[in-house]
T-cell receptor
């Protein structure tokens, strides 16, 4: 039972354009959401997060949007760069446990 | 700098062998986690620990056990390895006692069970 879903296994965009990665969740108790980035042969690294009291959080080229009613969040990367090519994982926590649930990941390829 | 270190990057074991995966963090974090990463399934939580000698089952604890005798060290044990445990294993830690802390991951241990 995957509580966090990333339905697009891969995404390819041109350098300089916008990348939009999507994530859906089923557990309404989640109140904190994070995006992690993973390069091959490395562990995931934290990218950006958002609390459920907000609907947008921005950090440089990265913006996360949260739509609580739809249980949906998205990560926007503008402008996309070849170095952004990686697997992006959506994660959620806050259902009363001390753990964190991850989606299956989306592989982003940014073409020069 | 924040550091989570996993003892082995690559291991090859035979079916039925006992396997130990070690993880050490140097950040004095309360929480530690073991995930496995498989294609199409993302990261699935095996076990986590929020204090020394404390452990909680995650989503897929079957076939695994853990040990946390010291705050900085969290071990994952496969009592009798099976081929379906071939995977990438990721250790992580977080500071906050609750569940809103960013996770810091190690580089991963790729286990192959023959």
């Amino acid at each position: 039972d995957q509580q966090v879903k990333q339905n697009s296994p891969s995404l390819s965009v041109q350098e300089g354009r916008i990348s939009i990665l999507n994530c859906d969740y089923t557990n309404s108790m989640f109140d904190y959401f994070l995006w992690y980035k993973k390069y091959p042969a490395e562990g995931p690294t934290f990218l950006i997060s958002i609390s459920s009291i907000k609907d947008k959080n921005e950090d440089g080229r990265f913006t996360v949007f949260l739509n609580k009613s739809a249980k949906h969040l998205s990560l926007h990367i503008v402008p996309s760069q070849p170095g952004d090519s990686a697997v992006y994982f959506c994660a959620a926590s806050g259902d009363g446990n001390n753990d964190m649930r991850f989606g299956a990941g989306t592989r982003l390829t940014v073409k020069p | 700098d924040v550091k989570v270190t996993q003892s082995s990057r690559y291991l090859v074991k035979r079916t039925g062998e006992k396997v130990f995966l070690e993880c050490v963090q140097d950040m004095d974090h309360e929480n530690m986690f073991w995930y496995r990463q498989d294609p199409g399934l993302g990261l699935r939580l095996i076990y986590f620990s929020y204090d020394v000698k404390m452990k909680e089952k995650g989503d897929i604890p079957e076939g695994y056990s853990v040990s946390r005798e010291k705050k900085e060290r969290f071990s994952l044990i496969l009592e009798s390895a099976s081929t379906n445990q071939t995977s990438m294993y990721l250790c992580a830690s977080s500071l906050l006692a609750g569940n809103t802390g960013e996770l810091f991951f190690g580089e991963g241990s790729r286990l192959t069970v023959l």
